[in-house]
């Protein structure tokens, strides 16, 4: 099992800047990729960005040049850096963690931090 826990979500002014952190634990070990999802209300949860263990990224086309995704693996630890925030950036933000079970894997997620960028 591997948890997750997001933190630094909060309120910041459209064009303002918030970074999250998303810290694993557990059973780490062969953890293939991190990422980030958001959620709005009623919808279903969208990419943000990814992050696999050999650095390859993977960027929502809604935040490229915006938003960067990273990793600190010796922490286990992943980012988001959030940038030039719109109002429609606001929504739920959750970590995930792809983890390998050799034949299968799994998905993990964290509980979701809300932000929300104001007008």
């Known amino acids: 099992q591997v948890q997750l826990v997001e933190s630094g979500g909060g309120l910041a002014q459209a064009g303002g800047s918030l970074t999250l952190s998303c810290a694993a634990s557990?059973?780490?070990?062969?953890?293939?990729?991190m990422g980030w999802y958001r959620q709005y209300p009623g919808k279903q949860r969208e990419l943000v960005a990814d992050?696999?263990?050999?650095?390859?990224?993977n960027y929502g086309d809604s935040v490229k040049g915006r938003f960067t995704i990273s990793r600190d693996n010796a922490k286990n630890t992943a980012y988001l850096q959030m940038s030039s925030l719109k109002p429609e950036d606001t929504a739920v933000y959750y970590c995930?963690?792809?983890?390998?079970?050799?034949?299968?894997?799994?998905?993990?997620w964290g509980p979701g931090t809300q932000v929300t960028a104001s007008s």
């Open positions: 995930n963690a792809g983890k390998s079970y050799g034949d299968y894997g799994a998905d993990y």
């Open positions: 557990g059973s780490t070990e062969s953890i293939t990729g």
């Open positions: 992050i696999s263990n050999d650095g390859t990224i």
